[in-house]
């Protein structure tokens, strides 16, 4: 079976080089071993005059677009733009070409909807934040906003990616890309998590510097004490009873504990008594007047959540010649401007700065085949994605105001506080066998 959409517009470009792309998507399957394959048709017009394939995607290449010859430069720089019409297109015929649950699966791999959930599998408030989400990831943005072509900048100039004799400290920066409602289970995606970041993003600029001293981290998790005596165990239970199994389990339960202490001692009813008496007249000490005792509150310490991870850094940056001092300018610029929020045209939303990926780089063995290779130091921590919350720069750290000729400060220190966005977990670390590394 084959079914085409109707021809849609995708909007490109900015200022005087705005202009609507006109598509269609052809959706053809299920074969014989149940996978579809897409087709996005381009035409020159609404009309759809001039039809041709630009690009095909299939359910064994989830969410990849192969373009052929047909494909322009702007088509395949506008490749998320134009995905994304494609998927809603084939979302709109999606009825007529799959039924089963089996078969949409397969066809959100062909389409590019590998994360798309069906509606009835969210609650209304889950459908109004993902609305909200997919309505401002596509925001455009202010003129001036700069969301790529960052640079690639290396401080002191001496010190190379492919340099044997120093470890480094690299930066990415990455464009923020939010979480999706849903975490994929076995077989099917649930609402009850979100997904994970894809941490493998192109970067959009990078920076390398020394490592300066000082560094460390600091892993924490949050416990705090809690407790239970046996009134609060017992009302505990009568609750949980009746929210899960209704009227008839709330007097079961209530019936198992009045057993429970008609079978106990007269000092232990008594002092049930006590405290029941106590609780319900707002004297909650009325057991220790009477009897000197106090219930036993099940004392113990629980897990009330993980921590998330913060870094300092401060490096002393003295350029050396003019091609440096340009260079730590850049370096300068590029953190201020990528830790900056971004805002929409209409000035309605402020978009989320760009987020870091850090690493810290140990030069390899220096062996003919590794020679230059540079990998992540296995002595040193690891880093999840990082949002940068503080940058300072101080442009007389010597205590005087010293620059060279053409104005550039002799020296410059700068100050950067990182925060990962997401906790370390127990299987972030694996559970192969110890390797000789650190990790996070």
Request: overall charge neutral; hydrophobic content about 30%; glycine content about 10%.
């Amino acid at each position: 079976m084959a079914v085409t959409s109707k021809i849609s517009p995708t909007q490109v470009g900015t200022g005087k080089d705005k202009k609507n792309l006109y598509t269609a998507t052809k959706v053809t399957g299920p074969d014989g071993n149940g996978a579809y394959t897409t087709e996005i048709i381009k035409y020159d017009n609404a009309k759809g005059e001039n039809a041709r394939t630009i690009g095909t995607r299939s359910s064994d290449e989830p969410g990849k677009i192969t373009w052929n010859d047909n494909a322009s430069d702007t088509d395949k720089k506008n490749v998320k733009k134009l995905g994304k019409t494609s998927a809603n297109q084939v979302k709109s015929i999606k009825n007529e070409v799959a039924t089963t649950a089996q078969e949409k699966e397969a066809l959100n791999k062909a389409s590019g909807n590998i994360n798309q959930q069906e509606e009835g599998g969210l609650t209304e408030d889950q459908k109004s934040a993902k609305e909200l989400t997919d309505a401002t990831k596509d925001i455009e943005s202010i003129k001036g906003t700069r969301e790529e072509d960052f640079g690639f900048y290396v401080f002191p100039t001496t010190l190379r990616a492919n340099n044997d004799g120093q470890d480094f400290l690299k930066f990415d920066m990455l464009k923020y890309e939010p979480k999706e409602i849903g975490q994929k289970g076995s077989g099917a995606r649930t609402n009850l998590g979100f997904s994970d970041r894809d941490k493998d993003r192109k970067s959009i600029g990078t920076v390398i510097l020394p490592i300066p001293g000082g560094i460390q981290d600091q892993q924490q998790v949050s416990w705090s004490q809690d407790s239970m005596d046996a009134a609060a165990l017992a009302l505990s239970d009568f609750a949980l009873a009746a929210i899960t199994g209704g009227g008839d389990a709330a007097v079961k339960s209530g019936e198992n504990t009045v057993n429970a202490v008609a079978q106990n001692s007269k000092e232990v009813k008594s002092a049930l008594a006590n405290s029941i008496a106590g609780s319900a007249s707002g004297a909650g000490n009325l057991l220790t007047r009477t009897t000197g005792a106090i219930m036993n509150p099940n004392m113990e310490v629980l897990f009330n959540g993980p921590g998330l991870r913060t870094f300092n850094f401060s490096f002393m940056l003295a350029p050396r010649d003019k091609n440096e001092a340009m260079t730590l300018i850049k370096i300068i610029r590029f953190f201020k401007q990528g830790m900056s929020p971004i805002r929409s045209k209409s000035r309605l939303f402020l978009r989320s700065p760009h987020t870091f990926r850090l690493a810290y780089k140990h030069k390899a063995s220096k062996s003919s085949e590794e020679r230059n290779k540079k990998t992540d130091h296995p002595f040193l921590n690891k880093f999840k994605e990082c949002a940068l919350n503080g940058f300072g720069v101080n442009y007389t750290p010597n205590g005087n105001y010293s620059t060279y000729e053409d104005g550039v400060m002799t020296a410059y220190q700068m100050t950067m506080g990182f925060q990962e966005l997401t906790p370390i977990y127990n299987d972030d670390y694996g559970n192969s066998t110890f390797p000789e590394e650190i990790g996070f």
